[in-house]
């Protein structure tokens, strides 16, 4: 005599449980194939433990030669490995020396410093700088090397290598926070250069209460030079105002200036005396 059993019904929650976990480990499966196929460097502290062998505990950093001492083995190279890879190295090495039988070796990254970027130019501290586990954007190297100085151009140059091609960008700063559109803040990688250039500049001299070389600001007229330079001395005249300006075969002209005439850079203003 057969029995008949009603058919199991499942919970809804635990089908979403079940659905849940399943998107969990994916997301952690794809996490650790990304993490193992980063590979170590020069710079970067690692912590190497061995299973059931606490006295084989290290933590140190991998030389500029790309090798660390481990106990027991001595110098080990382990630079360019995956973390993977060098756990495997080293374990190989402690059987090969009939240390541990079976040695069961595990590696994580303590600080990374060898994936670094080179800031030049017009910043307070220019250098190389480390980035972070997670990735850094411009904003944040910049930060890091103190920031553009006084000096610096607004538009920051950064030299990138995608795919095997390299690339140059224009990036304004201000701009990006003035727009609130931070989408051009590039998330910058390893190697790539960031230089802040000299920002443009111009010239007044004459019958002008401080003469010398300026900040050149973006839509800059004569006018606004002018009170820059703290105007025009009682002896001087904004009449007949004249500039000498660099042509494109590199030679100079001068020309008349109105005050509403937009300022280039590298311009010389010249103030004249007033004949009356």
Same mark, same amino acid.
């Given at each position: 005599?057969?029995?008949?059993?009603?058919?199991?019904?499942?919970?809804?929650?635990?089908?979403?449980?079940?659905?849940? $976990?399943?998107?969990?480990?994916?997301?952690?499966?794809?996490?650790?194939? #990304?993490?193992?196929? &980063?590979?170590?460097?020069?710079?970067?502290?690692?912590?190497?433990?061995? /299973?059931?062998?606490?006295? +084989?505990?290290?933590?140190?950093?991998?030389?500029?030669?790309?090798?660390?001492? /481990?106990?027991?083995?001595?110098?080990?190279?382990?630079?360019?490995?995956? %973390?993977?890879?060098?756990?495997?190295?080293?374990?190989?090495?402690?059987?090969? #020396? !009939?240390?541990?039988?079976?040695?069961?070796?595990?590696?994580?990254?303590?600080?990374?410093?060898?994936?670094?970027?080179?800031?030049?130019?017009?910043?307070?501290? %220019?250098?190389?700088?480390?980035?972070?586990? @997670?990735?850094?954007?411009?904003?944040?190297?910049?930060? =890091?090397?103190?920031?553009?100085?006084?000096?610096? *151009? *607004?538009?920051?140059?950064?030299?990138?290598?995608?795919?095997? !091609?390299?690339?140059?960008?224009?990036?304004?700063?201000?701009?990006?926070?003035? @727009?609130?559109? +931070?989408?051009?803040?590039?998330?910058? &990688?390893?190697?790539?250069?960031?230089?802040?250039?000299?920002?443009?500049? $111009?010239?007044?001299?004459?019958?002008?209460?401080?003469?010398?070389?300026?900040? =050149?600001? %973006?839509?800059?007229?004569?006018?606004?030079?002018?009170?820059?330079?703290?105007?025009?001395?009682?002896?001087?005249? *904004?009449?007949?105002?004249?500039?000498?300006?660099?042509?494109?075969?590199? !030679?100079?002209?001068?020309?008349?200036?109105?005050?509403?005439? %937009?300022?280039?850079?590298? *311009?010389?203003?010249?103030?004249?005396?007033?004949? /009356?």
């Amino acid at each position: 005599m057969r029995l008949y059993r009603e058919p199991r019904t499942v919970s809804p929650n635990v089908t979403l449980a079940a659905a849940l $976990f399943c998107v969990a480990a994916t997301i952690l499966s794809a996490a650790a194939h #990304g993490q193992s196929r &980063e590979t170590l460097g020069e710079g970067d502290s690692v912590r190497i433990t061995v /299973f059931q062998n606490q006295d +084989l505990t290290t933590e140190t950093r991998i030389s500029e030669r790309g090798t660390i001492t /481990f106990p027991l083995i001595g110098e080990v190279a382990i630079a360019k490995l995956t %973390p993977a890879g060098a756990e495997a190295r080293i374990a190989e090495q402690l059987r090969v #020396g !009939k240390f541990l039988l079976k040695p069961q070796v595990s590696l994580n990254v303590v600080r990374v410093r060898s994936r670094q970027v080179s800031v030049l130019g017009q910043v307070a501290r %220019p250098g190389r700088y480390a980035l972070d586990d @997670t990735g850094s954007n411009l904003t944040d190297i910049l930060a =890091l090397a103190g920031g553009i100085s006084p000096n610096g *151009d *607004d538009n920051v140059t950064v030299m990138v290598r995608r795919n095997g !091609k390299t690339a140059r960008l224009e990036i304004n700063v201000p701009s990006m926070y003035r @727009t609130g559109d +931070l989408s051009r803040n590039l998330q910058l &990688e390893s190697d790539d250069t960031v230089f802040v250039q000299r920002a443009p500049v $111009f010239y007044i001299y004459g019958e002008v209460q401080r003469a010398g070389s300026y900040r =050149l600001e %973006p839509a800059m007229t004569v006018m606004q030079a002018l009170s820059v330079g703290g105007g025009v001395t009682p002896r001087g005249t *904004d009449r007949g105002l004249k500039i000498r300006r660099r042509t494109a075969d590199g !030679k100079f002209q001068a020309i008349d200036a109105h005050l509403t005439d %937009p300022v280039q850079p590298d *311009d010389v203003i010249y103030i004249r005396e007033s004949l /009356f």
